[in-house]
């Protein structure tokens, strides 16, 4: 009839992929980089798994969907960092990780060291990882450009240059100077176990306000209360042990 050829049929558009031409879902894509990253299962392992259902997929099937997933998140890492550094108090550590260079054609190639930055809130306990190829300054005071606040460090040398700075007040990590005065325990014990022993009573401190659950303003209290004179006197026999 005339009116049906007036009226032609109208295909809608199919709905967009997350990959253009791929056809993991969402879903299946969150359920990879979650099994991934969080509940630390290797590509290798799933792709035996879903096997077991008689799915095939294979190794370089899904690192492409990883590799384009990683792209498609970026805007909401960028983010994330832009919230982290926005706190006023942050911890930093770096860690090494080997990186696998390729040559052409895919072929593997000899692999280098990189490096993670990591950043860490310990208030809301969020953490971002950065990762780039070297240590030098140049890649903390990129990272670090807005931050305003307290950063809590180890000895590196590259974050005595936040020290300098007006808006930053860098704070050591008891930790790594603990760790120090355990490696000399075995050549002078007489000088190093005192010092450990008042680190002791810090980290008792530390476990009670943990075990009865505290909040920041009871831990403030407790620590007030029973760290401050147990500070003061590691700082009398600290002196006394640089001057001797």
Known sequence: KKEEVDKPIIV???PERVINRGIPSTRLLAYILMSKFVDHLPYYRQIEMFKRIEVSIKSNTINGWIAKTCVLLKPLYDAFCKHLFSQ??????ESTVKVLKFKK???KGKAHTGYYWVY?????HQVAFIFDPGRGRVYPAEHLKDFKGTLQTDGLSVYDAFDLLEYVELIACMAHIRRKFIEALPNDKKRAEPILL???QLYDIETEAREKKYNHQQRLELRQEKAVPIMAKLKLDLDKLHND
């Open 12 to 14: 809608a558009l199919m």
């Open 198 to 200: 008042l680190m002791q």
């Open 120 to 124: 860490y809130d310990p208030v809301n």
């Open 88 to 93: 006023n108090y942050l911890q930093a550590d």
């Open 105 to 107: 054609k895919g072929k």
